[in-house]
């Protein structure tokens, strides 16, 4: 009798395991599809504002891409087969080099000290230490788990982190703006890089508390032209609002563009009210963790190849 109610009991105990796991599986699975990615178009009085959320712990991964020409965030699209694109950071148009660092997968791809238009910018000397310092974002791996940071580019990796990728812009939104601190800015004469005070298209990235991304596009508007967009204060300002508490600015202007799910939008206005489809040499792409690791491994193979 006693083995028979032992045997009843332990029937029923495997079945309540596998009714939680069951159950627990399916939660999980339901919890990972809620966090999805959210876009939102805001048309504010002087902008056409584009927003991507991307949450922490969903089934997405924010990593940087590098073309060896030119190329708008439409072609990037198709070489990459993203689910969302922004333009990243600042190049030169005219010899097509970076201006900006980029590591991707651990390994530094771009490095603006080879650009010889940059570094041997006699107007640029006064300000190249800061130049080369600027803010990048960066993707970490810290125990096994992905972390991300924006930081200026002579900081350490925290402790038991390893850099996956990086890319640099500039400058520092938020928790303050150091326009001045990275070279963009000096009132003795005159300088702003980046006419921060006046209304154009930008582009921006803010990590929330939770270690979620938020991206922002800011375009203009095609019947003023002249006077829409954001400043760089406007931008740090909404992306605060937005849930941010560090963020950064991209290169913007011309190079501003966003791509989402097949539409690609644009955030600068020419002269005969068309939005610019400028090319650009970098852009942060959003992919599902299960397309970027096969991409990943691909180009791994690619180099051991080699």
Known sequence: ?????????????????????????????????????????????????????????????????????????????????????????????????????????????????????????????????????????????????????????????PAGCQLIDAVGGGPRLLPEINLVQEGFVDSSNGRDALASAQRNARTAIGITRDGGIILVMIAQKPDVPNNSGMSLQEVA?????????????????????????GQSFYGKIDSGGQFVKRPIKSVLLVQEKERYETRATATQLGVMRK
Not at 250 to 261: I, N, R
């Open 237 to 261: 300002d909404l992306i605060k609002t937005l849930g941010a508490r560090q963020a950064m600015n991209l290169d913007g202007g011309s190079s501003s563009s966003l791509y989402y799910q």
């Open 1 to 157: 009798m006693r083995k028979i109610l032992l045997l009843a009991g332990g029937i029923l105990i495997s079945t309540f395991v596998l009714i939680y796991l069951f159950f627990d599986t399916r939660l999980k699975q339901t919890h990972a599809v809620a966090k999805t990615i959210e876009y939102e178009r805001r048309i504010l009085p002087h902008s056409v504002v584009h927003i991507l959320r991307i949450p922490a712990g969903s089934r997405f991964t924010v990593t940087p891409a590098l073309s060896p020409q030119l190329n708008t965030v439409e072609e990037f699209a198709k070489k990459y087969r993203a689910i969302a694109i922004v333009n990243a950071g600042f190049f030169d148009p005219v010899n097509q080099q970076t201006t900006s660092i980029v590591f991707q997968q651990g390994k530094l791809i771009a490095n603006p000290r080879d650009n010889q238009r940059l570094v041997n910018n006699p107007k640029l000397k006064p300000y190249m230490a800061q130049i080369l310092n600027r803010t990048e974002w960066r993707r970490y791996i810290c125990a096994q788990a992905i972390r991300y940071d924006i930081t200026p580019h002579d900081r350490p990796l």
